[in-house]
């Protein structure tokens, strides 16, 4: 069985659009078929999620160590990579096992703030990293006019995010903003799930 865990995503600049990799952590090497692991994670059937507390779906070891995307080491990985054109059509696809060594961890809101707000201590921190986030985000734009344009639906439901007291009771529930980074990551999903990548 192959279990999503942790997503790397990168784009590049071609001379006739882009090339877009798709990278999700592969536990596979260690969850063998039919094995107690295998077993027990067929019947939690995912991690489950509460306000500040994750029950995972594989041993601890495995999600948050030696299948965690944690920046500068190597880890198991499958990949989609796709051939895109300057209209957002995929021209090729393929999928293939690999070892990925992510270079930064970044949030949602780092990502926005330097793609969409231009700041310059964050871009600064992240220098190296800059032209293959502006690939990203010129990629991103090209995707979602593409997915316009054909009439796909877009479910931009509201979300919200539990806020406790120090007694643990809930304070307060408040809104969840979703911006760009958020949104890029959601359309690249997408595209590699139209090339038909089981693995998401």
């Given at each position: 069985?192959?279990?999503?865990?942790?997503?790397?995503?990168?784009?590049?600049?071609?001379?006739?659009?882009w090339k877009l990799y798709v990278a999700i952590a592969d536990v596979s090497h260690y969850v063998q078929v039919n094995t107690a692991l295998d077993k027990e994670a067929k019947n939690r059937s995912t991690s489950v999620y509460f306000p500040e507390q994750v029950i995972p779906m594989l041993p601890e070891i495995l999600s948050n160590g030696l299948c965690s995307l944690n920046p500068k080491v190597d880890?198991?990985?499958?990949?989609?990579?796709?051939?895109?054109?300057?209209?957002?059509?995929?021209?090729?696809?393929?999928?293939?096992?690999?070892?990925?060594?992510?270079?930064?961890?970044?949030?949602?809101?780092?990502?926005?703030?330097?793609?969409?707000?231009?700041?310059?201590?964050?871009?600064?921190?992240?220098?190296?990293?800059?032209?293959?986030?502006?690939?990203?985000?010129?990629?991103?734009?090209?995707?979602?006019?593409?997915?316009?344009?054909?009439?796909?639906?877009?479910?931009?439901?509201?979300?919200?995010?539990?806020?406790?007291?120090?007694?643990?009771?809930?304070?307060?529930?408040?809104?969840?903003?979703?911006?760009?980074?958020?949104?890029?990551?959601?359309?690249?999903?997408?595209?590699?799930?139209?090339?038909?990548?089981?693995?998401?």
């Open positions: 069985m192959r279990v999503i865990l942790m997503m790397l995503f990168t784009a590049e600049k071609t001379p006739s659009g880890r198991l990985c499958m990949v989609a990579e796709m051939l895109i054109d300057v209209q957002g059509t995929v021209k090729r696809s393929r999928f293939y096992d690999a070892v990925m060594n992510s270079k930064a961890r970044l949030t949602y809101t780092e990502v926005a703030k330097i793609l969409v707000e231009n700041d310059a201590d964050v871009s600064a921190r992240y220098a190296e990293l800059l032209p293959h986030l502006r690939d990203m985000y010129a990629l991103f734009q090209v995707l979602r006019h593409s997915r316009e344009q054909r009439g796909a639906m877009d479910f931009d439901t509201q979300e919200t995010r539990i806020i406790f007291a120090s007694n643990r009771k809930i304070d307060k529930i408040v809104p969840v903003v979703r911006n760009d980074a958020h949104k890029l990551i959601e359309e690249f999903m997408i595209t590699g799930q139209q090339c038909g990548g089981y693995v998401f």
